[in-house]
T-cell receptor, first 110, second 114 residues
Framework: RKEVEQDPGPFNVPEGATVAFNCTYS??????FFWYRQDCRKEPKLLMS?????NEDGRFTAQLNRASQYISLLIRDSKLSDSATYLC???????????WGAGTKLIIKP | ETGVTQSPTHLIKTRGQQVTLRCSSQ?????VSWYQQALGQGPQFIFQ???????GRGNFPPRFSGLQFPNYSSELNVNALELDDSALYLC?????????????FGSGTRLTVV
């Protein structure tokens, strides 16, 4: 089993729709959780950290379920510019090590 | 405030050769981590440098080695290149070793081994 698992997609979604991604992780001791966004052939960029109580940043909402060991990302009112690969990231057995999912590809269609 | 810069942006090497990739960390960041991202995969942790010493290492063979300099810039060296080493190599700097304040990534070096 991979340490961080994501549905690779692609998710094809019409502009304006709401889309949700889930991610599961295997290390119950993980303390830090992130969503990164990566555009084609570019470096990953931090979208948002994920806090235990859940957090929202504009159209984006992230939630953490420690009991089930999964993280979710919800995007409301999707825009064409949201098209990218979304990577779920958790810290590994050592704090310095980030463990990355393979990413979920999102395509927003007009 | 400058971000993380990596050089070169692209590189083609022959199997068996050696390569050195360079990274300048963001101003104020003392920790540099290196990642390998193969096509269609998430980045894989190679190692982290803090105060010029290796602070942790992922599951990569010894032919992957690194350095950090007093100005916190870093190098990744790969000896005896293999075809599977073809990937995007990402450097990330952070304020500390935990990454609790986030990581800033460079735009990467795309290495092709032929």
């Amino acid at each position: 089993r991979k340490e961080v698992e994501q549905d690779p997609g692609p998710f094809n979604v019409p502009e304006g729709a709401t889309v949700a991604f889930n991610c599961t992780y295997s290390n119950s001791a993980s303390q830090s959780f992130f969503w990164y966004r990566q555009d084609c052939r570019k470096e990953p960029k931090l979208l948002m950290s994920v806090y235990s109580s859940g957090n929202e940043d504009g159209r984006f909402t992230a939630q953490l379920n420690r009991a089930s060991q999964y993280i979710s990302l919800l995007i409301r009112d999707s825009k064409l510019s949201d098209s990218a690969t979304y990577l779920c990231v958790v810290n590994g057995k050592s704090n310095y090590q980030l463990i990355w999912g393979a990413g979920t590809k999102l395509i927003i269609k007009p | 405030e400058t971000g993380v810069t990596q050089s070169p942006t692209h590189l083609i090497k022959t199997r068996g050769q050696q390569v050195t990739l360079r990274c300048s960390s963001q101003s104020g960041h003392n920790t540099v981590s290196w990642y390998q991202q193969a096509l269609g995969q998430g980045p894989q942790f190679i190692f982290q440098y803090y105060r010029e010493e290796e602070n942790g290492r992922g599951n990569f063979p010894p032919r992957f080695s690194g350095l950090q300099f007093p100005n916190y810039s870093s190098e990744l060296n790969v000896n005896a290149l293999e075809l599977d080493d073809s990937a995007l190599y990402l450097c990330a700097s952070s304020l500390d070793t935990t990454g609790d304040y986030g990581y800033t990534f460079g735009s990467g070096t795309r290495l092709t081994v032929v």
